[in-house]
Structures are given as structure tokens and as C-alpha cells.
């Protein structure tokens, strides 16, 4: 089927969008990484710390398929607005009752509401725009989103110092309702459209179609870089004799390439500069190159891995997606954006255990060299796959 062909959204209706892509990354690293110094009784142990990180993600991993398709079948404005409406309940739960059961609540309560906010503002960005802007459209999008992701352990960590995890939780919670406002009165409605039955099978092999499955394992290799990177660079810091301050600006110099690169790559896919199947095996090459550079010692080492990472994220991305909406029947957006991003969560917790694993047996020189290798064969598989029958015509 077709992808209709919407005329371009006014930015008035992207911007609350955008700010819920904000308020995920935010939510997610905001907190996470301000945990483990935050001593109380409901950090008892890292075993602690490792359910309270866990959890969020793993709610996202279970729930965001589903809310993908709820999406379609009801509308992706719904879901958008009640899932930051219950993300700004679950922060406030914290708030009010700031007890070690009520984090747990609360952090299991946030995930499941960005389960359902995030694919959903995804689904809006490509619905809402036509296939000749949704690379700028996607480049905005992950631009805010990585905003979040660099401002939530700086932001979140002066918080936490200034009035504790309560302030923290109290700020997410006025940024959940705000945005869940400014979303109800500026992004239209937009109707949910008839679709044919599909059974199970027909899922699957959607799914399994390279048109899904290699934007999908491009972006789930650059977040396993970017999870990895943001983990274990600082990590390397010290080992080499670093202090904090040259670590996070490693990290910090990784999200800002990302967040730079994203709209500009978005622009270029927009305007016939950079194509889908030359970007996505670039990006990832460009990735490969940064693990790669993460093995070597030394401060040199550190910032050329966070440029190249951050680079071949801020490639991808909007590549990855913009390919995914553009291919997508429009009654299956909430699904498909749903079934990426369980893949990009995947990646984001796969990436690390992988390194981990890796460094355990030997040294985190391997882990990296290793998930450098896996990100590398990535263009090749992708060629393979992306190799169609001549007489099947594109579908955009």
C-alpha cells in the first residue's frame, strides 16, 4: 500500500513532539545516572541499583510493541497524551510518598508511560509529514532526544545535589504535564486508518523484510555502540589515568556529535544529497571506526572513539527511520516505529553485556574490538539483504 503524502506539519505541531522525545531521553539518563550516588534505603546494594536501571528498560522492551499497535488501531494522539499525562503521575508518585517501594513504583510506572509516548511521537513525526521531509522531520526529532540524553546526567546530577531525587522526580513531573498539555493543544488529530486483517504470519514476515530489517539492525547496532561508549569510555578514562572532568567531557562530546550531526543528516537525505543506501552502511563503518579507536590508549583514543560514535549515531538515526516510516503503510506506523524501537532497546542493552562479557574473559580492549567487528559486517549483510527481485516495485 501507498504511503499518503501529507503536506509538511507546521513546526507548532512538531515542537511538542519533539519535547516528548526530550522528556524520554531526559526521564531515562536523568535518573539512571544519578542513582548510584545517591545514598539511601532505596539504594542498598548494586544488586539494587542494577533492578532500579533494569527496570525501565525492560519495561520498554516488553511494552513498546504493544503501544505501537494500539497506536494504530486507536489513534497515536491517545496514547501520546495519556502516556505523558502517566509519565507525569508515575514521577509524581515519588514525590508524594518518597519511599523505597513507591522508586520502584514510580520507575516502573515512568517506563511503561514513555512505553507508550515514545513510539507514538514517533509514529505522529512520520504521519504528520511527507516522505520528501521526513529526514528533517527525523533529524529534529533525534536532535531533542539526544539533547536529553547530554543534559540528563548533567541536569539531573545538579538536581539531585540541590534537593535530592524527590527535586528530580518534581521536575519530571511538571515536564511530563507541561508537555502533555502543550501536545493536547497544538499536535491535530490524526484518525487511525482502516487496515486488512493481518495474521501472525503476515507480521512475521513483514518483520523479517529487509525493508524493516535493516533499518532496524542499523539502529540497534549504533545504540549497542552508544550505550557502550557512554558506559565504558569513562571507564577507560581511568584506567588511563584521566580524572571525571576529561571522562564526562568525552561522554558529553559524544551526545553533542550526535545531536549535531542528526538534523544535518536529515537535511542532506531531504535533499537527494545522502541516500538510504549509501548513509546506513557509512554510519555504521563510521561507528566501527570509533569502537575501533576506543581500543587505543590514552585521551586520543577516548575522543576519537566519542567523535566517531557520536557521528555514526547522528548518521543513522534519522536514516533509520526516515527509511522505516517511508516504507511503512501508514495504517501499520504505530507498529512498525513500536517494533524499532524494541529493536534500539535491544541494542541498548545488548551492546553493554556484550563489551562486559567480553572484558571479563580478557580486557575491554577486546569488547570493543568485538562489537567493532559485529558493527562493521553490518553493510555487508545489508547489501546482501537489500538485494530485491527486479520485477517487485519499490514501495514508498
Not at 515542537?15 to 539504594?43: C, E, K, M, R
Not at 491517545?78 to 514525590?95: D, M
Not at 519530571?172 to 508537555?179: D, I, M, P, Q, S
Not at 583514543?301 to 547522528?314: C, D, F, N, Q, Y
Request: hydrophobic share 55%.
Amino acid at each position: 500500500m501507498t504511503r499518503p503524502a501529507p503536506a509538511a506539519a507546521p513546526a507548532r505541531q512538531m515542537w511538542p513532539l519533539y519535547a516528548a522525545g526530550f522528556t524520554t531521553a531526559f526521564g531515562a539518563h536523568g535518573i539512571a545516572a544519578n542513582l548510584g550516588g545517591f545514598s539511601a534505603d532505596a539504594v542498598t546494594s548494586l544488586l539494587v541499583l542494577g533492578g532500579l536501571l533494569a527496570l525501565y528498560d525492560g519495561v520498554e522492551v516488553l511494552l513498546k510493541p504493544l503501544f505501537g499497535s494500539l497506536a494504530d488501531r486507536i489513534g497515536a494522539r491517545p496514547l501520546l497524551l495519556g502516556g505523558l499525562v502517566a509519565f507525569a503521575v508515575a514521577s509524581g508518585l515519588y514525590v508524594v510518598a518518597d519511599s523505597p517501594g513507591w522508586l520502584w513504583a514510580a520507575r516502573l510506572g515512568q517506563g511503561a508511560a514513555a512505553s507508550a509516548f515514545s513510539p507514538s511521537a514517533s509514529a505522529l513525526v512520520a504521519r504528520l509529514n511527507p516522505a520528501a521531509k521526513l529526514g528533517r522531520a527525523f533529524g529534529g526529532y533525534g536532535f531533542w532526544k539526544s539533547i536529553g540524553y547530554t543534559l540528563g546526567p548533567l541536569l539531573g546530577g545538579v538536581l539531585v545535589w540541590a534537593g535530592g531525587l524527590r527535586l528530580l522526580f518534581a521536575v519530571l513531573t511538571v515536564l511530563g504535564a507541561a508537555v502533555a498539555v502543550w501536545a493536547a493543544l497544538a499536535v491535530p488529530v490524526v484518525p487511525p486508518l482502516p487496515k486488512a486483517r493481518q495474521t501472525v504470519l503476515d507480521l512475521a514476515r513483514r518483520l523479517a523484510d529487509p525493508a524493516f530489517l535493516v533499518p532496524t539492525a542499523a539502529l540497534a547496532a549504533v545504540t549497542a555502540a552508544l550505550s557502550v561508549g557512554v558506559g565504558f569510555l569513562p571507564v577507560s578514562g581511568r584506567a588511563a589515568g584521566l580524572g571525571t572532568v576529561a571522562t564526562g567531557a568525552a561522554v558529553s562530546v559524544l551526545a553533542a556529535c550526535a545531536a549535531i550531526v542528526q538534523p544535518r543528516a536529515g537535511r542532506a537525505l531531504d535533499a537527494g544529497r545522502l541516500s538510504i543506501r549509501t548513509g546506513l552502511p557509512a554510519g555504521l563503518l563510521i561507528t566501527a571506526a570509533g569502537l575501533a579507536c576506543a581500543t587505543l590508549p590514552g585521551l586520543a583514543g577516548i575522543l576519537s572513539a566519542a567523535v566517531l560514535i557520536g557521528a555514526g549515531t547522528g548518521l543513522i538515526t534519522p536514516l533509520g527511520f526516515a527509511a522505516l516510516a517511508a516504507r511503512t503503510p501508514a495504517e501499520r506506523m504505530g507498529q512498525t516505529m513500536g517494533a524499532a524501537e524494541l529493536g534500539r532497546e535491544l541494542g541498548d542493552a545488548g551492546g553493554p553485556l556484550l563489551v562486559a562479557g567480553v572484558a571479563t574473559l580478557a580486557s575491554l580492549a577486546y569488547g570493543y574490538a568485538v562489537l567493532a567487528a559485529l558493527v562493521a559486517v553490518g553493510p555487508l549483510i545489508a547489501l546482501a539483504l537489500r538485494r530485491r527481485p527486479a520485477q517487485e516495485p519499490p514501495r514508498v
